[in-house]
């Protein structure tokens, strides 16, 4: 199966609907599959004596962009994916068409946010990030209360912004399987990467993800989330070692490969005089 690469837009839109189509026209241009954005509301999210909701309420993304950052998607010929941090915005999204939903992992124990989503019944990404497998199970119960085969991808997460290497613990994945998947059905596993050595996720690959998602920015727009946010060109390097990487761990049917029974002819040795190419001479 195809690994699925998400673009993380998050909040490098800056406030802006016009930075936040370009950043969909971007991503798809440097070969994400998915884009997704997070919605969220100051008001609902942090206190109001917070220093972070003033920053936040300048970093909201508004209901009304959601047809727009469809559209476009679906124009650019990409999926469209929302992290709601609100019960509201899981209706409203619900409402437009949104075909699965991404939970952060700071909101992976936000119980009337689960049974929100549980409620619509669609496919979800719950990102692990600080999560004890006693959490992870918990919401596992919560988002399947109403469908006990709903397909949920857990996402192992590092939630640290950017991530170095020595912390990504990519081990943590073949936990997840072992723990969550194996002999359950509906659960597969992904990675959510914050770390700018994104050579470091292609090691990730061969433990079967079902996706990766990495955060995007443009180069002209210098976003709330550059510190740990690919830049077009490194994203496209990204994508391609990622497709190599797929091809690579792909068995070639038959084995030997044709090409390998050439070289053979060319490179074994004939054992009448032990000299190349192997030529039979009778």
Known sequence: MRLEIIAELGSNHGGSLKRALALVRAAAQAGADTVKFQVFWADTLWRGNDPRHAVTQALEVHMAWI??????????KVNFLATPFDVDAIETLDNLGAKRFKIAS???????????????????????????????ESAIGRLRAHDRNLPITLLHCVSIYPAAPSEMNLPRI?????????????????????????????????????????HFD??????????HSLLPDEFMKFVSAIRDVEVALTVPVPYP??????????????????????????
């Open 257 to 282: 490969s044709l090409a390998e029974e050439y070289e053979k002819t060319q490179a074994r040795r004939n054992p009448e005089d032990w000299l190349r190419p192997y030529e039979k001479t009778s």
């Open 218 to 227: 443009l180069s002209e727009y210098a976003g709330v989330e550059r510190g």
């Open 174 to 214: 073949l936990d997840l399987v072992d723990d969550f998947v194996m002999g359950s059905s509906g659960i597969s596993v992904g990675l959510s990467s914050h770390t700018l050595a994104w050579h470091v996720d292609l090691a990730a690959i061969s433990y079967g993800l079902a996706c990766i998602e990495k």
């Open 67 to 76: 047809p727009y950052l469809m559209a476009e998607a679906e124009e650019c």
């Open 106 to 136: 700071g909101d992976i124990t936000f119980a009337p946010l689960l049974d929100a989503i549980a409620r619509a019944k669609k496919p979800v990404l719950l990102s692990t990030g600080g999560a004890t497998n006693s959490e992870i």
